[in-house]
């Protein structure tokens, strides 16, 4: 099982930028995928979780800026990231387990040690 997280770069505030998670050894269609991202100085913190079932949970402060996808033939994650700011620079990565009821189990949507397989991070700065 792999995953391998991509998209990152440099974006202006206000701008958009688009993750990708392919995955191998698994179909993403099958599995909890979420995304988690880490600041600089700060605990690394769910940002979205998509369930096998189709539900997909954000965490509240990207709730109307980001969208998670799938892309099932493509067995890949996406992240949509749109009216990006400041606050959102970090390492941002994928992260996959078995468990279908780990989405939106607790309030933070998604905890990291439930996931059990990790891409690398990719590293997003939002900055003018």
């Known amino acids: 099982v792999q995953l391998q997280a991509s998209g990152g770069g440099s974006v202006q505030p206000g701008g958009s930028l688009r993750l990708s998670c392919a995955a191998s050894?698994?179909?993403?269609?099958?599995?909890?995928i979420a995304w988690f991202r880490q600041a600089p100085g700060k605990q690394r913190e769910a940002v979205s979780c998509f369930s096998p079932f189709g539900t997909i949970y954000y965490a509240e402060t990207m709730k109307g800026r980001f969208t998670m996808s799938k892309d099932i033939y493509g067995n890949t994650a996406y992240l949509e990231m749109n009216n990006v700011k400041a606050e959102d620079t970090g390492v941002y990565y994928c992260?996959?387990?078995?468990?279908?009821?780990?989405?939106?189990?607790?309030?933070?949507?998604?905890?990291?040690?439930?996931?059990?397989?990790w891409g690398q991070g990719t590293l997003v700065t939002v900055s003018s």
């Open positions: 050894g698994f179909s993403v269609g099958r599995f909890s």
């Open positions: 992260a996959a387990t078995g468990r279908t009821d780990r989405c939106g189990a607790t309030p933070t949507v998604a905890v990291e040690d439930d996931f059990d397989y």
